[in-house]
């Protein structure tokens, strides 16, 4: 059993070298975040934008980025561009926390108007 399990896993790691040797993965730079950044500023405004720094687990990080250590060099572009320190503290997690606050007072309000029973009541019908 655990034969086929290795074999199974040398056939697919084959089929990705193969795929990925007929079909070389372009590696964006990391100034294209900041390209998504000024799109979504324009149509959307700067205080829907927000970025994470999750990198770890991902296969393909921006040509320059290893990891969250290099969110630096976002930034830096950012103030290349123009951006204002209070745009990027936005972008950087101010706009995350206000959006997490408001969800986290919603979610409070929303507790007290419906009790647990109330609630299966509403489920089981």
Do not use: C
Request: proline content about 3%; aromatic content about 8%; glycine content about 8%.
């Amino acid at each position: 059993m655990l034969r086929d399990k290795v074999a199974e896993a040398e056939k697919l790691a084959k089929w990705f070298r193969k795929l990925f040797a007929e079909n070389p993965i372009y590696i964006t730079p990391y100034t294209r975040i900041v390209d998504h950044i000024d799109h979504i500023k324009k149509v959307a405004g700067i205080d829907i934008v927000g970025i994470g720094s999750d990198y770890d687990g991902v296969p393909f990080l921006p040509a320059g980025m290893n990891g969250a250590e290099d969110l630096a060099l976002v930034t830096y572009e950012m103030l290349r561009r123009g951006y204002t320190e209070q745009e990027i503290r936005k972008v950087l997690g101010e706009n995350f926390m206000r959006a997490f606050a408001q969800a986290e007072k919603v979610a409070r309000i929303e507790s007290r108007k419906i009790s647990a029973e109330g609630s299966l009541k509403r489920i089981g019908k």
